[in-house]
């Protein structure tokens, strides 16, 4: 085996998690434009949970998504990747839909009371809205994750 295909995975990792990014980038900017669920807006929530940390930090203008970005979905992308064989489900799409699945049940039931949303953002009074939305913009990043991952890893015409 040589060293390029050896780490083959990590450039496929980093290529499917930006993939996936822009997916959910996507329905972010679909939810703004049609003023889905205003009030549940887990980015600003995540941001006044975390300002006093950076209280004393003003150098630093990186935009929350971007935070969000390199800290989780790249560092998901490459733990998605490293360890995608030994995942439940037989092809990229399933795999990351059971991702997605499990991201989303640890962002709701963790994440979201932890800055003030509640579990699964119930708290909020929008009924099940904000629980579903979240479901569907975990499951844009995982399941273009699942799939654009699965396709860069099967052998090329030759290998």
């Not at 050896?6 to 996507?26: D, E, N, P, Q």
């Not at 970005?69 to 990229?92: D, E, K, T, V, W």
């Not at 800055?115 to 929008?126: A, E, K, Q, V």
Request: charged share 10%; net charge positive; hydrophobic share 55%.
């Amino acid at each position: 085996m040589t060293m390029k295909r050896s780490y083959r995975w990590i450039a496929s990792s980093l290529l499917a998690s930006g993939c996936g990014t822009l997916a959910h980038m996507g329905l972010m900017e679909l939810k703004s434009g049609l003023h889905i669920l205003p009030q549940f807006d887990p980015a600003s929530a995540l941001l006044a949970a975390l300002s006093p940390l950076f209280a004393n930090v003003t150098h630093v203008h990186a935009p929350l998504w971007l935070l969000s970005q390199l800290n989780g979905a790249f560092l998901i992308g490459l733990l998605f990747g490293y360890f995608f064989h030994r995942l439940p489900g037989r092809s990229g799409l399933a795999k990351g839909f059971l991702l997605g699945l499990a991201g989303w049940l640890l962002l709701g039931l963790g994440l979201f009371p932890a800055i003030g949303l509640g579990p699964l953002g119930i708290s909020l009074g929008l009924g099940a809205g904000p629980a579903v939305f979240s479901l569907a913009m975990v499951e844009a990043y995982s399941l273009v994750l699942g799939v654009v991952y699965a396709a860069l890893q099967r052998p090329a015409q030759g290998d």
